[in-house]
Nanobody, 125 residues
């Protein structure tokens, strides 16, 4: 059983929107972890997109998505969402959610201990 599972990916036209969700397994104490969203395009390194602290009080965004993406969490429902608006072709990639016990993990991938399997996002006309 995966501890984290992403959903919500798909094919969307430029300018469109998608909402990704990261759901934690029932045994996983999501409220104890900072959560990050990362993406990886073919031939590229994994890139940090956004993160949120365990309480939801601190959020961080990559410059490339500021003003377009919004991260949120519902600890009671054990989910973290990434609302993606005004999507661009360069947003294409596999999106992963990850969990870290380090509240300062931010967008640094090696600070994250648990990873989902990813969901594909394709922005194309």
């Amino acid at each position: 059983q995966s501890l984290l599972k992403e959903s919500g990916g798909g094919l969307v036209q430029p300018g469109g929107s998608l909402r990704l969700s990261c759901a934690a397994a029932s045994i996983f104490p999501l409220n104890a972890f900072a959560i990050g969203w990362f993406r990886q395009a073919p031939g590229s390194e994994r890139e940090g997109v956004s993160s949120i602290s365990s309480s939801g009080g601190y959020k961080e965004y990559a410059d490339s998505v500021k003003g377009r993406f919004n991260i949120s969490r519902d600890n009671a429902k054990k989910t973290v969402s990434l609302q993606m608006n005004s999507l661009k072709p360069e947003d294409t990639g596999v999106y992963y959610c990850a969990a870290s016990t380090n509240w300062q993990a931010g967008l640094v991938a090696d600070q994250y201990d648990y990873w989902g399997q990813g969901t594909q996002v394709t922005v194309s006309s």
